[in-house]
């Protein structure tokens, strides 16, 4: 078993690390400054965007269409969809959580498949505001992507095998929640005023992470409160301290420190005043 170390003990990255083994950290540089019109034109849907949005959202229906066609021929029980997806929702906020510290704790822009998103995440947490003047479109076609190449192909898959409606509901489920995980993310960034009707309400029940939960993410060292759907698996992870556990593991396996353990870098620490982007996306 690995023993955990306190965080405050940890040499800090400034000292040599000792001869035996060199303990590297992830380290990204700050982006260069943009002006205010190509800061309003990042933050606007692109037919691309939309186009993978589209693909996306249909690969989810056809997937949940399939579970619904097996349970109205009578060849699957009508709860056993219901129970697969809530295990998918509950799953798919884990699934987030993971993915977050992943990339909030390592690698760079240039690492290989997920670098822009590190990047992107990166970006976030200077300008947190900035998720909210996204465009639909524009804030889910990364992950609508994903689904739809991944999906199709997987349901295609099971329906080959003669799964059950509740595999398709499963998979299906799945799917639209951590794609629609950026819309609650963006939620969570937003505005009472400004909520859909009925969003506030679904903060506050725990269906939908809220803006207390997930504003103690973006408090140094930015180590907590990682999943975005419901935030139901925060709780855990935190307490039991299991992303400290892993990042200890990484360490001591390949002296790679995550960098919630050193002083936070500017290039990943909050604007301050930060008023001039969301002044220029609200001119849109």
């Known amino acids: 078993m690995y023993t955990l170390t306190p965080r405050c003990h940890l040499p800090p ?8 083994q060199a303990a590297t950290t992830t380290t990204v540089s700050p982006p260069p400054p943009q002006s205010l019109s190509a800061a309003a034109d990042t933050l606007r849907s692109t037919w691309p965007h939309r186009f993978w949005t589209l693909a996306g959202s249909a690969a989810i229906l056809s997937s949940l269409s399939t579970s619904a066609s097996l349970v109205t021929s009578g060849t699957s029980p009508a709860l056993d969809p219901l129970a697969a997806a809530l295990a998918a929702y509950s799953l798919a906020d884990l699934a987030t959580g993971i993915y977050h510290w992943l ?18 995440f990166q970006g976030h ?27 199709l192909p997987a349901d295609a898959l099971l329906s080959a095998a003669g799964a059950p409606a509740a595999a398709h509901a499963f998979a299906g489920g799945f799917a639209a929640c951590v794609v629609l995980s950026q819309q609650f993310h963006a939620w969570a960034h937003e ?30 060292p930015y180590d907590s409160n990682y999943c975005i759907v419901s935030g139901m698996w925060n709780g855990v992870l935190d307490r039991h301290r299991v992303f400290e556990a892993l990042e200890m ?24 005043g930060d008023d001039d982007v969301a002044a220029a996306g609200d001119e849109r």
């Open 191 to 220: 505005k009472r005023r400004r909520l859909p009707v009925g969003v506030e309400w679904l903060q506050e029940a725990g269906v939908l992470v809220s803006r207390a939960e997930h504003a103690a993410h973006h408090r140094r």
């Open 103 to 120: 990339v909030d704790n390592y690698g760079d822009a240039t690492t290989p498949f997920v670098g822009s998103q590190i990047a992107a």
């Open 249 to 272: 593991v990484v360490y001591l396996r390949t002296g790679v420190r995550p960098r919630s353990w050193d002083e936070t870098e500017e290039s990943w620490m909050e604007v301050a």
């Open 125 to 151: 947490h200077r300008h947190p505001s900035t998720i909210t003047l996204r465009d639909v479109s524009n804030n889910l076609h990364a992950l609508s992507r994903a689904a739809a190449l991944s999906l």
């Open 13 to 20: 990255l400034r000292r040599s690390p000792p001869p035996c």
